[in-house]
């Protein structure tokens, strides 16, 4: 089976539940008079981030509700609504459900050939490559987006007896979009976040004479019951793939793409090069 998600379900939209949570901010700060400046005040968040938490464009920080609760009555309230949010503001809507599929991975396997793959992206990245979109997004929108792309980049972390595997194309590191600086500040990151032994990345070298990738990007997921999906993303949408037979062939496509890649470490050395260089 396949499924896809058309273009226009995929602007970035609020839950419901950011929207209840940020209606309840709004309300408890108003009873306890006081203004968003000075609650941002308190909280030590800009007065921009309390009004996009109000409106349920932004998911709050942890930090924000327990600098807000005392400051908003301290009955507990703030803290037992937060923690039934739902954590998708700035998805898009054709990505949610591989999103789903992708918090309960026992593996996820992605190659990439267009930019740095969303779980390994510095902030600063994503912020350009967000920014770099047409039609241009709102402040609102590439922040909503912005903190979206780092929640699921906490996956890497907070599984660490799921297996994450990632084939990168060379250019794309040395591309340098947004500058050096920010260049310098990606494979950083990068490094850091494949350290861990179950996260493993490979680079397919400019030079490489043999590629099974060239249709394009794919990632690949296998849930705790075994069932396997794809996910492979266009331009304007996104197409989730859920065939066995499919899904059979892109593992081997996989498979394939890993044995003519760069080992882990070699790759490693190639990151660390590209950095020294800039």
Known sequence: MTEDWEYGAGEPVSSDSLKTFGAFVQGLREHAGLTREELAAVVRFSKHTVESIELGRRMPDLDFVDRAEPALGGTGALRRAYRHLTRHPGLAAWFRQWARYERLADSLDTY????????????????????????????????????????????????????????????????????????????????????????????????????????????????????????????????????PNEVALLYRLYATLRSQALTPAKSRGLLERIRGAL
């Open 112 to 243: 990439e050939c267009r930019l740095v793959p969303g779980l390994l992206q510095s902030e600063a990245y994503a912020r350009v490559t967000f920014g770099s979109a047409l039609p241009p997004l709102t402040d609102e929108e590439l922040e909503a987006k912005v903190v979206a792309r780092m929640e699921r980049q906490r996956l890497l972390c907070a599984r660490p007896h799921a297996s994450y595997s990632f084939v990168v194309e060379e250019h794309v590191f040395r591309r340098g979009l947004g500058g050096p600086e920010i260049t310098r500040g990606l494979l950083d990151h990068v490094l850091t976040l494949t350290e861990p032994r179950n996260v493993v990345l490979q680079i397919m070298p400019l030079e490489s004479t043999e590629h099974a990738g060239l249709a394009g990007p794919v990632q690949l997921v296998e849930l705790p019951d075994g069932r396997r999906h794809a996910y492979s993303e266009g331009q304007l949408n996104g197409r989730l793939i859920s065939d």
